[in-house]
T-cell receptor, first 114, second 111 residues
Framework: DGGITQSPKYLFRKEGQNVTLSCEQN?????MYWYRQDPGQGLRLIYY???????QKGDIAEGYSVSREKKESFPLTVTSAQKNPTAFYLC?????????????FGNGTRLTVT | GDSVTQMEGPVTLSEEAFLTINCTYT??????LFWYVQYPGEGLQLLLK?????DKGSNKGFEATYRKETTSFHLEKGSVQVSDSAVYFC??????????FGAGTRLTVKP
């Protein structure tokens, strides 16, 4: 079955360490997204990529970085510059061209930084 | 900018009660509108969508109608079940742009 896989489901890190969250999709979608979810705040866009080797900042990109070297993969690095990194991170994808397609989501990674 | 406003939760209902979750949007054009559902510890799942005015999206007994005149997309279900307990998100999207989400509404259905 096609879908989006995020790993790991839970991640714990010490303050000051960078950490990379994995996102892989086998839906053959061109566009991929990273959202951050905090209680009571809905989803906020961190970065998105519409094609390989290209990506754009979302609303809250500071302290994060991404790469898109392969169509299937869009890893997110949470750097030590992110002031409040503890959150639930959601990766999504959608077909790239035409129409107002829905986003397909992975099951998320819960990051806890202490 | 474009935005979505949902009724604040939490919403608590008894089984078989009627559900309405209000959603209104602000947009410069004519976006597509979506409802997503999130169960504990999981990602978002698409519940239904509508792509133009007066369209009605429906799925699993849930319905929502795209009302351009009131810029609304309220979610309704005639008879909720305990298994409907989840967080519901309203969202909008233009062609190939990112999706904008409301803050979410937590629904708890008691037996």
């Amino acid at each position: 079955d096609g879908g989006i896989t995020q790993s790991p489901k839970y991640l714990f890190r010490k303050e000051g360490q960078n950490v990379t969250l994995s996102c892989e999709q086998n839906l053959n979608h061109d566009a991929m997204y990273w959202y951050r979810q905090d209680p009571g705040q809905g989803l906020r866009l961190i970065y998105y990529s519409q094609i390989v080797n290209d990506f754009q900042k979302g609303d809250i990109a500071e302290g994060y970085s991404v790469s898109r070297e392969k169509k299937e993969s869009f890893p997110l690095t949470v750097t030590s510059a992110q002031k409040n990194p503890t959150a639930f991170y959601l990766c999504a994808s959608s077909p790239g061209a035409g129409g107002n397609s829905p986003l397909h989501f992975g099951n998320g990674t819960r990051l806890t930084v202490t | 900018g474009d935005s979505v406003t949902q009724m604040e939760g939490p919403v608590t209902l008894s089984e078989e009660a009627f559900l309405t979750i209000n959603c209104t949007y602000t947009a410069t054009g004519y976006p597509s509108l979506f409802w997503y559902v999130q169960y504990p510890g999981e990602g978002l799942q698409l519940l239904l969508k509508a792509t133009k005015a007066d369209d009605k999206g429906s799925n699993k007994g849930f319905e929502a109608t795209y009302r351009k005149e009131t810029t609304s997309f309220h979610l309704e279900k005639g008879s909720v079940q305990v298994s409907d307990s989840a967080v519901y998100f309203c969202a909008l999207r233009y062609n190939n742009n990112d999706m904008r989400f409301g803050a979410g509404t937590r629904l708890t259905v008691k037996p």
